[in-house]
């Protein structure tokens, strides 16, 4: 019992379960913050593909 009590191979298995769980909390808690301005972005140059596309075309 003594050998069992003192054995702490388990003590990684958990600190990586904690690590990973904050991990995951970060992410839900930061996603709804970083989500609209992905969308922005991506509007945006979209936008500014359409706009090149257009002047390429004019050009030739």
């Known amino acids: ?3 069992f009590l003192q054995d ?4 990684v298995t ?3 379960v904690v690590l990973t769980a904050s991990v995951v909390a970060m992410v839900i808690i930061v996603m709804p913050l970083i989500v ?3 969308g922005e972005l991506a ?3 979209a936008e500014r ?5 257009a002047f ?3 050009v030739e």
């Open 1 to 3: 019992m003594k050998a």
């Open 36 to 38: 609209p301005s992905v």
């Open 14 to 16: 958990v600190d990586f």
């Open 49 to 53: 593909l359409g706009a090149a596309s």
């Open 8 to 11: 702490d191979d388990g003590a």
């Open 43 to 45: 509007a945006y140059i």
């Open 56 to 58: 390429l075309a004019s």
